[in-house]
């Protein structure tokens, strides 16, 4: 199967450290498609701000947006992921946390090898917990999947915005990628 255009949403406040240690592996991947990153400034801080346009002028496919501080009586993380999916140029997202442990170099590719035309989420595991909460109202509750440590999700970009939120089960799958 040939390898999926994904684009990886991080959303960042006050994790920069974490942002900064994370960059670079995403910009370095081992992936046989397109991919690009987005990254989500909640805090709109300018040193971020300005070493993110640095590491842009580096890599065409880096990208950076942020939320207004007129936002701030909303749920930042939502109105984050809303603008991250509403940037991306490609049909799958791969949303992952600022403070995730990446598997490997290559954990896109086992995720995207799993996208098709019967999946809508592939939800990586990258440890053993069996933690979840609900990933937040955005998705009008179309389900509870997303661990802010121990997850990678996949999912087709236009669930995110149709009305009807319901996903079967049968369409999203479980991959571990822990050792």
């Known amino acids: 199967m040939n390898s999926q255009s994904v684009s990886i949403i991080v959303t960042c406040g006050e994790q ?17 498609g397109d991919y690009e990153v987005i990254v989500v400034d909640k805090m709109h801080d300018k040193d971020l ?24 009586g909303l749920d930042i993380q939502r109105l984050a992921l ?21 598997p490997s170099e290559d954990w896109l590719r086992q995720l995207s090898k799993c996208c098709g035309d019967e999946v809508d989420v592939v939800i990586g595991m990258t440890s053993r917990k069996k933690r979840f909460y ?12 997303f661990n802010s440590t121990s997850s990678i999700i996949l999912c087709r970009r236009s669930i995110l915005f149709k009305s009807d939120t319901h996903i079967d089960k049968k369409r999203l799958l479980r991959l571990p990628l822990y050792p």
């Open 49 to 72: 701000e300005e070493w993110l346009e640095d590491m842009e002028a580096q890599y065409s496919y880096l990208s950076h947006t942020f939320c207004p501080a007129s936002s701030r």
């Open 16 to 32: 920069q450290q974490q942002l900064r240690q994370l960059l670079p592996s995403l910009l370095s991947l081992r992936y046989g």
């Open 134 to 145: 609900w990933f937040g109202k955005l998705f009008r509750r179309a389900f509870s999947i």
């Open 82 to 102: 809303t603008l991250g999916a509403k940037a991306a140029n490609f049909e799958w997202l791969a949303i992952l946390p600022v403070d995730v442990n990446l």
